[in-house]
């Protein structure tokens, strides 16, 4: 067979990304990724520690991700991405933006991190009011309530695992009901629900919250892809997910307005006092 006619592949665009050791969700990552631009993916080095806040600090360090950045320069990437959740807002809002800083001079390109693109999804949704839910234990989730916070947006409610490890197993089904949980039974409307945690499978639920809960419903892989993407110049792929097409958006709840509370629907757990929280698998 003569392929000669056929020439080369189609020039690609490359996005760098950086995820922890234990991440196991890059077929996820690959779906809002439009033709002509390919993932290039490495992880940080392997730790023997469980979710926790100490992890995240391990995984996040400058000098564990510059060196990770440069195994990626090989590729030519036009960006890179800290895909890990915990470990961008472990630092706090000033942590984050020195992450991206010691990433772009190992790569010297422009760099986002999960919890960064975080806060530019909620500004370029207008949120200001926000449910959580997350796969964490309780330190790791109370981090998380303060990151968003400090960036002067109040969370509503929240639903959380407990989870130390095998975050990427839990089912759709646990990720829809602490949705759930998370949004009903609150005093005050919520703007939208985050998804916390990059190995917390979710691309498949996105349009099925969003439908039901009728307001804007963004992930941790979500908004790491959307925000690199922007960094080229291009859009991220999805069906029916606000963040991604502003036509999605009109089946939303406006801001002000609370969402209709489905019968049978119960809060979500209260947060407990950190200190002396026991770390197990299950729910909280």
């Known amino acids: 067979m003569d392929v000669s006619p056929l020439g080369g592949p189609s020039p690609q665009r490359g996005v760098g990304v950086v995820a922890p050791f234990d991440f196991a969700l890059d077929r996820e990552l690959w779906r809002w990724i439009p033709d002509g ?7 940080t080095p392997y730790v023997p520690v469980e979710v926790s806040l100490d992890l995240a600090r391990l995984v996040s360090e400058h000098e564990t991700l510059g060196e990770a950045v440069r195994t990626l320069t090989a590729v030519g990437p036009e960006v890179v991405a800290y895909a890990c959740t915990s470990g961008s807002f ?3 809002i000033v942590g984050e933006r020195a992450m991206c800083e010691a990433m ?4 010297a390109v422009p760099a986002i991190t999960t919890s ?12 200001r009011r926000v449910a959580l839910v997350t796969p964490y234990t309780v330190s790791v989730t109370r981090a998380l309530e303060h990151y968003v916070a400090r960036a002067g947006v109040t969370v509503t409610g929240c639903a959380y695992m407990g989870l130390t490890r095998h975050i990427w197993k839990v089912t ?12 009903h039974g609150r005093t005050g409307a919520c703007h939208a629900l985050f998804l916390s945690c990059t190995n917390l499978p979710t691309y498949d639920v996105i349009p099925q919250l969003e439908a039901e809960l009728r307001i804007p419903v963004i992930s941790a892989n979500q908004v790491t892809m959307w925000a690199a993407l922007r960094r080229l110049g291009t859009r991220a792929v999805g069906p029916y997910q606000a963040l991604i097409d502003a036509s999605a958006r009109s089946g939303t709840v406006p801001p002000g307005r609370a969402p209709t509370v489905l019968p049978g629907q119960t809060p979500g757990p209260v947060l407990p006092d950190a200190p002396g929280e026991k770390q197990q698998e299950g729910w909280t």
């Open 37 to 43: 631009v390919s993932l290039h993916l490495t992880r």
């Open 90 to 92: 472990v630092g706090g």
């Open 104 to 107: 772009s001079r190992a790569g």
């Open 116 to 127: 960064g693109a975080l806060l530019e999804a909620l500004v370029e949704l207008d949120v």
């Open 172 to 183: 759709y089904r646990e990720v829809v009901d602490m949705a759930r949980q998370a949004v």
